[in-house]
């Protein structure tokens, strides 16, 4: 592999770890986040009905 | 028919449209989560091709196969400036028409923007290192992205730092107005100083230099990484909206807790 190729490699496995990395962060957030709001109104729900 | 039951009539057959539409957030996460996984879809394909045009085009006749490397920093690049010009847009519907779901739009496009200008750095740095003898020089173009990624951080911080207030929103939409400033002297910074950047190449007045071969899988690229962009965008908000509910639902159970603790003592007494 000649050294020019290998910076073409580099700069790609940069973008893909990147935009990849931040697409995972995205995707994570929103169901952690999905979660606790499921878990809040579930909790409102039953205090509601006492 | 009376007058009040007129403008009754005449209030319900009123639709909200357009941007007033998604000023509601459930009909916005609504609408989203059926776009979603079709723009997602759609940014994978074209991506997708674009980078197979990419990898099928000729190599330059000076940078050899680094010349690929443009078809991912040119796209970042752009989607870099898109992204704070649309903070810049959204700062101003924060302003002046304080539209709800633009301080959304604000504080979820932030991180978005500091990862494309951060791979703009890393894949410029990398084509840089071959081809002018250096990783990193203090040029106007490389200094002024640098000083916008320096701005998304910035901003990442400060709307940590707010405390989620109309006063907080509106002084975070006229930091991202002023620091809009940065965004033409990026573009211009190439013309109007000397710069070891090569001036612009595709957007200019007289039509792009780059040959055809190479132009086409460069815009099918950008096209791609835009869409994939506006897929991430459009997330961001949905989990930024969600962040906003818990808080409010935790709020209100913290409330609850308090009023119901003080009627316990109340009893006792």
Known sequence: ????????????????????????????????????????????????AR | M????????????????????????????????RLLPWLTGVALLVLAAGLFLA???????QQGVTVRIMYVHVPFAWLSMLCYSLMAASA????VWRHPLAEVAIRAAAPIGAVF??????????????????????????????????MYLGLIAL???????????????????????????IKF?????????????VMRLDGPTIHGSMLWPLLVCALGFTLLFLALHLGAMRNEIFRRRIETLRRMAALNAERAGGRGVEARA
């Open chain 1, 1 to 48: 592999m000649t050294v020019h190729a290998l910076h073409v490699f580099a700069a790609y496995a940069a973008s893909a770890l990147g935009i990849g990395g931040l697409a995972l962060w995205v995707i994570a957030q929103g169901r952690a986040r999905q979660r606790s709001l499921r878990a809040l109104e579930a909790l409102g729900g039953r205090r509601a």
């Open chain 2, 2 to 33: 009376s007058e009040a039951t007129q403008t009754a009539a005449q209030v319900a057959s009123v639709r909200p449209s357009g941007l007033t539409a998604l000023a509601n957030p459930a009909r916005f996460l609504a609408l989203s989560a």
């Open chain 2, 55 to 61: 990898f099928r085009a000729p190599p330059d006749y």
């Open chain 2, 92 to 95: 101003l519907g924060v302003l």
């Open chain 2, 117 to 150: 200008t951060a791979l703009t750095l890393l894949t410029g740095s990398i084509w840089g290192k071959p081809m002018w003898g250096t990783w990193w020089v203090w040029d106007a173009r490389l200094t002024s992205v640098f000083v916008l990624f320096l």
């Open chain 2, 159 to 185: 709307f940590r730092a707010l405390d989620g207030s109309g006063r907080g929103a509106r002084a975070a939409a006229v930091m991202v107005l002023v620091g809009f400033l940065n965004i033409p002297i």
């Open chain 2, 189 to 201: 910074s190439v013309d109007w100083w000397n710069t070891l950047h090569q001036p612009a190449s």
